[in-house]
C-alpha cells in the first residue's frame, strides 16, 4: 500500500537550514506530482512546494520562494526539501504527498522547529 515516510525535522535557529526526505512506496513514485505541506496546530495544512513527475516543473507558496528548493530522485523514490534562511513562522509539521491523495491517506509528519 501506498507509504510516505517524512524525516529530517529538527530544532534548528533562525537563520539555519534542513534538509526533509520524503521515502515514499507502495506506487509508481515517477508517475505521480508531488507536494510538501505544513500545518501548524489549529490551523490549516497549508502547500509549501510543488514538482511535476520528472521535476521539471516547479512552484512555491510565496511565504518559502528564495528559500525553499524541492527536488525528487525518482531512482530512490524519494523527495526532498531544502530550507535555508528558516524563519520562526516555519515551525511547523511537514508533510509530503501525493497530488492524487490515496484514500485520504497522510503519513506522520516530520517536525520542523525553528527558536533561538
Known amino acids: 500500500q501506498v507509504q510516505l515516510v517524512e524525516s529530517g525535522g529538527d530544532l534548528v535557529q533562525p537563520g539555519g537550514s534542513l534538509r526533509l526526505s520524503c521515502a515514499a512506496s507502495g506506487f509508481k513514485f515517477r508517475d505521480y506530482g508531488m507536494r510538501w505541506w505544513r500545518q501548524v496546530p489549529g490551523k490549516e495544512r497549508e502547500m509549501v512546494a510543488w514538482i511535476n513527475s520528472d521535476g521539471t516543473k516547479i512552484s512555491y507558496a510565496d511565504s518559502v520562494q528564495g528559500r525553499f528548493t524541492i527536488s525528487r530522485d525518482n531512482a530512490k523514490e524519494t523527495l526532498y526539501l531544502e530550507m535555508n534562511s528558516l524563519k520562526p513562522e516555519d515551525t511547523a509539521l511537514y508533510y509530503c504527498?501525493?497530488?492524487?491523495?490515496?484514500?485520504?491517506?497522510w503519513g506522520k509528519g516530520t517536525l520542523v522547529a525553528v527558536s533561538s
Open positions: 504527498n501525493r497530488v492524487i491523495i490515496y484514500q485520504g491517506y
